[in-house]
């Protein structure tokens, strides 16, 4: 004897409705890997819970099987926006690419490929940063002989004044 029909409708007591969820999220998931393997179909399941879990599972890369669909759908699932979006990012990846390369070779690493011509343009660079480097650090010196001299001029200040005290206090004691 089976299981009678069960009524589709929403499930109020949320926990029953976690549950049921796991479970049945499960059994999709098993019966999606089971049509692909067996039918060697490529098959897509995204869910997102009551939460906003996402589970997916993909036979084949996910960005494949959405570009199959618009194509095969008609559908855009995404827009101009979205496509300038992922050129930016593109793009900056590029960038942040060609900087990391930039810097290795301002480590000294990597310097092979380089032609001559880039190579001079890399001692310029360098030497020109050494320069900066070196002026950076010879104000740092003229500032710190400058507050050594004004210490040097406060700690006069202040012995003479705390001899003067002294000399004023042996002077009352002697009275």
Not at 74 to 80: I, R, S, V
Not at 106 to 131: F, I, V
Not at 162 to 170: D, E, F, L, P, V
Request: with cysteine; proline share 2%.
């Amino acid at each position: 004897m089976g299981r009678g029909k069960t009524e589709l409708k929403r499930i109020e007591n949320s926990t029953n409705r976690q549950v049921t969820f796991a479970k049945r999220k499960n059994g999709l998931l098993k019966k999606a890997r089971e049509i692909s393997i067996l039918c060697d179909a490529d098959v897509s399941v995204v869910m997102f819970s009551e939460a906003g879990n996402m589970t997916e599972y993909s036979s084949a890369p996910l960005i494949e099987q959405l570009a199959r669909y618009q194509k095969e759908s008609g559908k855009t699932l995404w827009d101009a926006k979205h496509e300038r979006l992922s050129a930016e990012i593109d793009r900056v990846r590029k960038e942040n690419s060609n900087l990391q390369i930039e810097l290795r070779h301002l480590k000294g690493e990597d310097l092979k490929p380089l032609s001559p011509q880039e190579l001079h343009a890399l001692e310029n660079a360098l030497e020109d940063g050494y320069a900066g480097a070196r002026a950076k650090i010879k104000e740092h010196h003229r500032k710190l002989k400058k507050n050594g001299r004004l210490l040097e001029e406060e700690n006069k200040r202040l012995s003479a004044t705390y001899q003067q005290q002294q000399q004023n206090k042996w002077n009352m004691g002697a009275m």
